[in-house]
């Protein structure tokens, strides 16, 4: 029952035009930064091994050769297109709520249990299919305006692509749980992009500027933000030769990882934000007259 529960939701989502209306400007997105950032990347690297800077990189024994800074730019392109699936799910049970086509959903599955849990894997899967669209064009973004020699390797681009994917879907769960709670299309819409995009990097302007960038890895979008930029900066590090300690934290800031822990716990502070938002609205859809 559930398979067929499964089939009917993921046809439901295919039916309308909103994954693929949200899908293009997330590849374009995803696209524009990693070819942005891969042209600043490119030209930092130029300058670094200019003849005017080679005797400085010298006498602070650094190797640029070695540095590959395309996985900066990686990691910051992964997390600014991972607000799409974010969006894309929050308006999953909100958009079929505001207009009660949930009603249908309810009425032919044994119970609702049986059709949150096949929401719950279609959107899964959702994230899924974004977050490689997403790894896909910033790959191709940042190979076409990068020099060679600042790409991550194979095992490299892998660990980025798989904690690409892994933030994509996490987003994606995220929004379902805002949506599923705030019931608006609109109103999930504007309180998820107003939050990651301005509420929290204010709060994390603030807690830096007082000392406790450590807090920042326990908000949520410091943590998802941390999985990608974890992954990068300990890759760059461990290529990069003889690193100073003091620029440790600013490579790990420039990656998006302030404050944040390391990938793997990143991504279990991030889970328990997304577990938190996701079971309280599945409890109140539970609980929720539909008509």
Known sequence: MLGNLIKAEFRKTTTTGLWWGLLIPTVLIALGWALGTGFVGKNIMD???SSDAEELTRLLGIDPSQWQVSLFGMARSINIATIFPMIFG????????????????FLTAPNRVSALSAKL??????GAIYGLAIVAAVSIGIALTSD???LPDAAGWLA?????VLASVLMTMFGVGVGALMTSPVGTTVVLVLYMLLIENGLQLVVSTQGLPELVGFLPNGSVNGLTGSVAASLF?????VVPDDLVEVLRAIAGALGAFDWWLSGLVFLAWTALFFLG????TQRKDIT
């Open 47 to 49: 300058a670094v091994n």
């Open 237 to 241: 590090l461990s290529t990069a030769g």
């Open 121 to 126: 894997v279609v959107y899964v899967l959702w």
């Open 281 to 284: 609205g599945w409890a109140v």
């Open 160 to 164: 980025m692509a798989g904690v690409g």
């Open 148 to 150: 060679s020699s600042s």
């Open 90 to 105: 929050g308006l999953a049970i909100s958009t079929e709520i505001n207009r009660r086509t949930i009603t249908t959903t």
